[in-house]
């Protein structure tokens, strides 16, 4: 199984990224997925989630109105449309799938991507 993180990169406080996350090495459409972000010095924080069918999504605080979690059609991508970029958002974001959307969102996915850098600079 690999995750596939992309997207990532520096933008000025105010504009917009968007990651992607590719999922491969099984069939992923009954999975729910998600993505995590780790700034230097930080613990882990929850970003945004999604259920397997695309009926159910959450937020982390620090980011709902400003991000938006969507599933491709395959069911095996996810994307995170990141607008109004803080420099509080800089991080590494981690995509994260499991079959329970749940499990998401506590941080106790399976699978894990290696990450990809957003930087915000002000």
């Known amino acids: 199984v690999q995750l596939q993180a992309s997207g990532g990169g520096l933008v000025q406080a105010g504009g917009s990224l968007r990651l992607s996350c590719a999922a491969s090495g099984r069939t992923f459409a009954d999975y729910a997925m998600g993505w995590f972000r780790q700034a230097p010095g930080k613990e882990r924080e929850f970003v945004a989630a999604?259920?397997?069918?695309?009926?159910?999504?959450d937020y982390g605080d620090s980011v709902k109105g400003r991000f938006t979690i969507s599933r491709g059609s395959a069911k095996n991508t996810v994307s995170l449309q990141m607008n109004d970029l803080k420099p509080e958002d800089t991080a590494v974001y981690y995509c994260a799938v499991d079959l329970t959307f749940r499990t998401v969102v506590a941080g106790n996915s399976d699978y894990w991507g290696q990450g990809t850098l957003v930087t915000v600079s002000s």
């Open positions: 999604i259920s397997w069918a695309g009926g159910s999504t």
